[in-house]
């Protein structure tokens, strides 16, 4: 079974940047999605890009342009770039795998690996 481990997290000032990674250790193969998803207090668990064996990847509207996911197959890593933070993208967020194709929307029923969640804070 597939484990993920998020990291790169952290403070950042409006307008800046920041770059998270999901480690996998076990084996993905076949097809599968992998997706970031974030949560803020009090609010619904948000599906903002995932990505699939083939590099197709599908974003929020609320990130689109701003953020990038992408994947490094022979590591085993996920990423989502994050550019031009703004304060509402604080939240805490997890990475998260599934086999089969990717949900549209991504909604987070569809995915059964989760990491443990990292904290991202954007100070105005």
């Known amino acids: 079974e597939v484990q993920l481990v998020e990291s790169g997290g952290g403070s950042v000032q409006a307008g800046g940047s920041l770059k998270l990674s999901c480690a996998a250790s076990?084996?993905?193969?076949?097809?599968?999605?992998l997706a970031w998803f974030r949560q803020a207090p009090g609010t619904a668990r948000e599906g903002i890009a995932s990505?699939?064996?083939?590099?197709?990847?599908t974003y929020a509207e609320s990130v689109k342009g701003r953020f990038t996911i992408s994947q490094d197959s022979a590591k085993n890593t996920l990423y989502l770039q994050m550019n031009n933070l703004k304060p509402r993208d604080t939240a805490t967020y997890y990475c998260?795998?599934?086999?089969?194709?990717?949900?549209?929307?991504?909604?987070?029923?569809?995915?059964?690996?989760w990491g443990q969640g990292i904290q991202v804070t954007v100070s105005s």
């Open positions: 076990g084996y993905t193969s076949g097809v599968y999605c």
């Open positions: 990505i699939n064996e083939y590099d197709i990847t």
């Open positions: 998260a795998a599934r086999s089969g194709q990717c949900p549209r929307p991504i909604v987070d029923d569809f995915f059964r690996t």
